[in-house]
């Protein structure tokens, strides 16, 4: 089993930046692909990032290439995604995911409860 708590998410201006971080429980951090996801209100939740165990792979939708970033730290088990250059279009609800080691976007088991993300225009 994998805990995951989201925390970072706020209020920011068009172009600003946040760091939005998952904090994991359990023995398996290391062991676990790592995802972001999003999802606006009246849209489904899409796919924004994902890492592979060591950190040396990840994908991004299309969408937030270039701007938004992916890391992990094993040793404190946890999960961060840089934004910036934040656009209206980024709004929605945040959610962390961990699965077993698989391709870095499709389905995965395990959700944090999320966190707001609102960029004002």
């Known amino acids: 089993q994998v805990q995951l708590v989201e925390s970072g998410g706020q209020l920011v201006q068009t172009g600003g930046s946040l760091r939005l971080s998952c904090a994991a429980s359990?023995?398996?951090?290391?062991?676990?692909?790592m995802g972001w996801f999003r999802q606006a209100p009246g849209k489904e939740r899409e796919f924004v990032a994902g890492i592979s165990r060591s950190g040396g792979s990840t994908m991004y939708a299309d969408s937030v290439k270039g701007r938004f970033t992916i890391s992990r730290d094993n040793a404190k088990k946890t999960v961060a995604l840089q934004m910036n250059n934040l656009k209206p279009e980024d709004t929605a609800v945040y959610y962390c995911a961990a699965k077993w080691p698989s391709v870095l976007n499709g389905t995965y088991d395990y959700w944090g409860q999320g966190t707001q993300v609102t960029v004002s225009s």
């Open positions: 359990g023995p398996t951090f290391s062991s676990r692909v």
